[in-house]
Structures are given as C-alpha cells and as structure tokens.
C-alpha cells in the first residue's frame, strides 16, 4: 500500500527558502501515470494547489507562485521535493504532499501533512 | 483569471439529502474538468470521494454520488449522516496540466 510523508523544518525565517520532501513507501515513485504534487492549506482556509511533477521531471505550478516554486525529484530516494523562497508569514500552511492520478486529473492518495510557521 | 466557486457553507438534516455545488466563473463545467471531491474534517488531511466527474472512491458509501448540473459539477448526499459534517472540496482540471480547487463548503448536519 502505498503511502507518502511530507517532512522538513516546521519553523522558516522570513525571506528564507521553504523546504520540504516527500517520501513514497509501499511504491515506486517512477511508475507512470502519476503526478507527484504539493498542496497547502493556510489556516482555517481552503486549499490551494501548488504544484506537481512527473517522475520524469516534467513540472507544472501554480501561477501565483511560479516565481518562487521549485519542485524537484530524485527516483533514486523515492522522494519528491518543494523549495519555496522568500518566504512570508503568508506562506504559513499546512502542506500536503498527494499523488495525482493524471488521465482522471483526480488526488488519489495524500499524506498526513505538515505545518509549516514563517516567522522570525 | 479562472476561480472555481462553492458554496462557502450548507446545513442539512439527518436523513436529507444536500447537493453542493462547483462552478468555473469563465465558463460551464464539464466532464472535460474531471471534477473530483474531496472530504476534509478538522484536523485531517483531504480524503477522496469522487473523480472524474461520478466514479465513486474505494470504500466511499453510494450515499455519496457526482454529476454534472446544469453548468456545474454537483455532489450529492443522500441520506446525510452526523459524520458527514466536514468540509468539502472540489478539484477542476483546468487545462495546461493546471488543477485548481474550489473554495470549499462547510457542511452542517443539524
């Protein structure tokens, strides 16, 4: 079964680089047909979709945070990873990691979720 | 810009059905969006319920069921039960590989 967690610091300064992974367990983050995305949640508000990536590299992100975003993968770890920068106390979220099912564009499966403070 | 639109709120009876809707403020939906709904309780990260437009998620109760209305994608609980109360998401697939979510709807059962 497979399942995915999202990991990284809780606490990011302002200004700096947001940065956490996802690992997938119970599964090959190589297997096609899925998209390996980033979503957050602000608090006591909806959700926003961030952005994903294809095991072979191929991404595509929110417009609104294209200029900051970088989402990285690394088969070989069997993790996906989000890079945020400059970073404010409106990137403070909740984020999930999830798995996209890309010919029915649906999440199939998400992880537990993080949250992640901007402040000095 | 494209924005996808929900009811911010709803209440429903015990034993009632409620539909919730989704809806694209530059266009009708379709099935061409894969409309997806999502269930989220306080605390807890999203859970699927339905995708592509009407096909129900593993273990998901047919009490729940999607289609399309009109313009708009629709969720539909029939029968609602006290633990159906939680937040509900929509997901549209807007084009260009971009997904976008709906504002949500807090569902009361009361």
């Known amino acids: 079964q497979v399942q995915l967690q999202e990991s990284g610091p809780g606490l990011v300064k302002p200004s700096q680089t947001l940065s956490l992974t996802c690992t997938v367990s119970?599964?090959?983050?190589?297997?096609?047909?899925?998209?390996w995305s980033w979503i957050r949640q602000h608090p006591g508000k909806g959700l926003e979709w961030i952005g994903y990536?294809?095991?072979?590299?191929?991404?595509y992100y929110n417009p609104s945070l294209k200029s900051r975003l970088t989402i990285s993968v690394d088969a070989s770890e069997n993790q996906f990873s989000l890079k945020l920068s400059s970073v404010t106390a409106a990137d403070t979220a909740v984020y999930y990691c999830?798995?996209?099912?890309?010919?029915?564009?649906?999440?199939?499966?998400w992880g537990r979720g993080t949250l992640v403070t901007v402040s000095s | 810009q494209t924005v996808v639109t929900q009811e911010p709120s709803f209440s429903v009876s015990p034993g009632g059905t409620v539909t919730l809707t989704c809806a694209l403020t530059s266009g009708s939906v379709s099935s061409n969006n894969y409309p997806s709904w999502y269930q989220q309780t306080p605390g807890q990260a999203p859970h699927t319920l339905i995708y592509n437009t009407d096909t129900r998620s593993s273990g998901v109760p047919d009490r729940f069921s999607g289609s399309i209305l009109g313009n708009k994608a629709a969720l539909t609980i029939t029968g609602a039960q006290a633990d159906d109360e939680s937040d509900y998401y929509c997901v549209l697939y807007i084009g260009n590989g971009a997904s976008m979510f709906g504002g949500g709807t807090r569902l009361t059962v009361l």
């Open positions: 119970g599964g090959s983050i190589s297997t096609g047909g899925y998209y």
């Open positions: 999830a798995r996209k099912y890309s010919p029915k564009w649906y999440f199939d499966l």
């Open positions: 990536i294809y095991y072979s590299g191929s991404t």
